[in-house]
């Protein structure tokens, strides 16, 4: 009975409680980072979507995407039109998606529940979360090879450090340290919240581009111009059974693939906009502009490295480290590299804490409301990363690595239905109240899934999981209709499940559809929002009803004194 009563008292501490006058309920469906955001919480104005994006952009992968494709026999022109294409779309689908969060201003976990119902929303929810899990991890340790680079910089011995672990782990003492004080340094700012990341945002995206603009000065003015990696041309391998059109259609959902987690959930943040604006200002001059930019940084910092030290340097880690010998050059060498590992360093640093760690504590909320917060859910998806292990991953699983980045196989069926069902099937009409409810809702379907969404999601990915399978085997003569249809995966896989989720809709149509709340119970809604909404304000609506329970009580009154006169 003790250990009854004990357990009772802990859980009731750790549970969430919200404030309900704000309109903060707590239950098995919702909490204060599920509810539609008020307008108090939505600070994000055009610089923090800039900023959020740059340092999206403003990192060590996106550096080397030119690689990618001039490995494959690419020129670099044609590398660049992939970029500039991948980079369009990825902005183009980005807003598309994110829309319903500016409009009805939830997030990725609530907005799956009227296309998934309730239940069915924990489809899509836990391939995000083990996403989330997965890329913390790896970022943790690739953010790890940098601060790694910033101590050698400080202390050259450390480059020569012994390696202590045992031959059986595939790693070495050096790198394990750097990721140690990576995930180290990162985890206070876990505690920061969304709404309050305008300050970091603005510091480490101008610091990195900053940096990074320095790197490709220094570069250019010690190499007297771009190195010959410059002028590469077309150069497909006489063996290459694809010509240079399937290649950059390749490249191409190679990009969007790429950051197709990023998309799905979009509305996470977009939720925080001030206004719609803001939003697709920041997300188009960064996630294309910038984007752009720092791949053509990269290049040309690339190519002019190569003229100076008669090698290719992708890696931005190991070109710093040959830029101070490794920790044995000049005072001045290792200054200069300590701050540009730094800003690269705190690029990936942030990137991970806001688009792995905190959308993977989002989307924990969606499961375990009451509860798991986002600070929570992001303090879970920080301490996964030891056990994710991703020194096993980076170091030994490189076919695992290549199917995590192929992802998108999955997810790009799951964008597909979003989209139909939002702009489509209910015109971008949501019923807020029945998000959070399964009496009475619209979005409950049968025990609480969508089944119409299923074949379609299964649909969508179909085609193409075969040629991921044969690409990841790395098969010398793979079925070429197979290998087509993966490389263009990403848009196969949104058209599909888009038309099947909209035929069985046709064929089997649901009610409530382009239905909405009339009255905005949850204070979600500006004046301005709810009059373009044709929603009623929840002061207006009290007032609305105050004023019908007086004209009902006249009604009563008039017919009462209408009976004693008929008595009479």
Known sequence: MALRYRFQKLREKVQLHGDNEQHEQTDSWSNRDLIPLPPARRTWGWFHFFGYWAISSLNISNWQTPNSFLTLGLSVGQSMLIIVLGRLLIAGFSVLIAWCGLEWHIGFTVQNRYTWGMRGSYIPLLQRILLNFIWTAVQCWNGGRLIAVCITAIWPSFARIPNTLSASMPTTTYQFVGFILFWTFSTPFLLIRPEKFKLPFQVISLYCGIGMLCMMTWALATANGVGPLWSTG?????TSMWNSSWLIMSGINQMIGGIAAGITNGSDFSRYSRSPSHYVGGTIASAWIVGIMVSFIGLVTTSAAQKIYGEVYWNPPDLLMVMMDSGNGSS??????????????????FENICGNAVAGGIDLAGLFPHYINIRRGAIITFIAAWVVQPWQLINKATTFIQVLSSFSVFL?????????DYYILRSRKVKLSHLYRTQDSDYWYWHGVNWRVI???????????GGLVVTVQGKANPPRGLVELYYMAFLIG?????TIFLVLNKIFPRGGMGEYDEVDIYGTFTAKEAARLGVVGLDDAGDVIEGVERAADVEDKKGTTEEVVEKN
């Open 234 to 238: 077309t150069a497909i391998p006489s």
């Open 332 to 349: 001045k060498a290792r200054a200069g590299v300590f701050f540009l590992s730094l800003g690269f360093a705190l690029t990936a640093m």
């Open 412 to 420: 790009a069926p799951i964008i597909g239905v979003m989209a139909t």
């Open 455 to 465: 074949p379609a999601w299964l649909g969508g990915w179909a085609p193409t999981v």
């Open 494 to 498: 949104f058209f599909v499940s888009s």
